[in-house]
């Protein structure tokens, strides 16, 4: 059987008191004979049991909380070993309220990434939750469902009855909508929204610029000979991919070309993707798809292939995500650098305003174009 656990009078009357021993001394071995994660005596229990006035007990146990020997908790004020503060001083985790991760979702394992790096680098937990209504995506070759905006409140209003209380910060996917958001604003504080752009009051958001991304892209394609370019919708109900298409949209009237690009065409389903590709057999110029989802990119590469057209002689395929899954398959893509987002999430739960910071992407050329 364990042995019973001591009380602090008879962990003081253990505590070994050699002839001549100092007070500060008794007080030392009673500091390193006790558990990390238990108060040490009251100032009132220990000047009893050491026969001294509370007083200079505390005049003591100040002295040595200065000199870093133990450690005072700031709410209770009770005294503890100095290792104790690793263990009872933390933030409480931050909660990352996203998509849940399946097979194909390279996006938010690098997003993860950051949260994580930075959180560990700030000595603070995660609370990493999910539901699956929120976005059900479980084959990656159909389009996945996103949750409604109704449904997004139920969800959130559940987790924050449930956990809110417990979490110091909240890192939300972008598929939060903000009418969903709004509801919650003042439950969700301090938080940030990932990837898309987010406008609510109190709200930190670390964002694409979809902008500068669109015109790199048309650029490069228009400077690669493509006489014709269709911005790809792999799915419906993703608002950071509506984001997109609609800055490639006014990208392409800011530079001009607004006549090379075609109307946005449906992929997310092999019916689709087929119908879309058997339609360029009657086209005669050279044509690139715009695709703001590096899975279905993809798919277009594999089933233009099937279809006979060569890319990128006859067709080219640029990513506008850019993940690591992109940069392996070899297709041209505008490189998000995801694992920053993350980190720059966490930095924005801090004391300061909210921050609004965009990250910037990169052209990785691939086989595609």
């Known amino acids: 059987?364990?042995?019973?656990?001591?009380?602090?009078?008879?962990?003081?009357?253990?505590?070994?008191?050699?002839?001549?021993?100092?007070?500060?001394?008794?007080?030392?071995?009673?500091?390193?004979?006790?558990?990390?994660?238990?108060?040490?005596?009251?100032?009132?229990?220990?000047?009893?049991?050491?026969?001294?006035?509370?007083?200079?007990?505390?005049?003591?146990?100040?002295?040595?909380?200065?000199?870093?020997?133990?450690?005072q908790?700031?709410?209770?004020?009770?005294?503890?070993?100095?290792?104790a503060r690793a263990l009872l001083d933390r933030p409480k985790p931050v909660a990352c309220l996203t998509r849940r991760l399946e097979l194909a979702s390279e996006q938010y394992r690098e997003l993860l990434e950051g949260v994580s790096a930075q959180c560990g680098s700030l000595h603070r937990t995660m609370l990493l939750w999910h539901d699956d209504l929120l976005v059900n995506h479980p084959e990656t070759a159909s389009a996945p469902v996103f949750a409604s905006a109704a449904q997004q409140r139920l969800i959130l209003g559940g987790f924050l009855d449930r956990h809110g209380g417990s979490a110091g910060g909240f890192v939300l996917d972008h598929v939060w909508s903000d009418d969903a958001l709004r509801v919650f604003g003042e439950r969700l504080q301090p938080a940030a929204v990932l990837?898309?752009?987010?406008?609510?009051?109190?709200?930190?958001?670390?964002?694409?610029?979809?902008r500068r991304s669109s015109l790199m892209a048309l650029t490069h394609l228009l400077a690669r000979g493509f006489e014709r370019i269709v911005p790809v919708l792999?799915?419906?109900?993703?608002?950071?991919?509506?984001?997109?298409?609609?800055?490639?949209?006014?990208?392409?009237?800011?530079?001009?070309?607004?006549?090379?690009?075609?109307?946005?065409?449906?992929?997310?389903?092999?019916?689709?993707?087929?119908?879309?590709?058997?339609?360029l057999r009657r086209e005669t110029r050279r044509t690139a798809f715009v695709c703001p989802e590096d899975n279905v990119a993809l798919f277009l590469a594999s089933a233009a292939r099937e279809a006979g057209l060569k890319c990128p002689e006859r067709i080219g395929i640029l990513s506008t995500m850019g993940t690591d899954f992109?940069?392996?398959?070899?297709?041209?893509?505008?490189?998000?650098?995801?694992?920053?987002?993350?980190?720059?999430a966490v930095e924005a739960l801090g004391p300061d305003a909210p921050a609004q910071r965009t990250i910037e992407a990169k052209l990785a050329n691939g086989t595609t174009t």
């Open 1 to 71: 059987m364990p042995a019973p656990r001591s009380s602090p009078k008879s962990r003081l009357r253990r505590a070994p008191a050699r002839p001549g021993a100092t007070l500060a001394e008794r007080v030392a071995r009673l500091v390193a004979d006790s558990p990390e994660d238990r108060a040490l005596p009251t100032t009132r229990e220990m000047g009893d049991r050491l026969g001294v006035a509370n007083t200079t007990v505390y005049r003591l146990l100040h002295r040595l909380a200065t000199e870093g020997v133990i450690w």
């Open 234 to 279: 792999p799915f419906a109900g993703d608002p950071a991919v509506a984001e997109s298409l609609a800055a490639l949209e006014a990208a392409a009237d800011e530079a001009g070309c607004r006549a090379r690009l075609a109307r946005p065409a449906q992929a997310s389903s092999a019916a689709e993707r087929a119908a879309l590709l058997d339609g």
């Open 326 to 344: 992109a940069a392996r398959a070899g297709i041209t893509h505008l490189r998000h650098d995801f694992r920053a987002m993350g980190r720059l």
């Open 195 to 210: 990837y898309r752009t987010c406008r609510l009051p109190g709200f930190a958001n670390i964002r694409a610029d979809f």
């Open 73 to 83: 908790h700031p709410t209770s004020g009770r005294y503890y070993p100095a290792a």
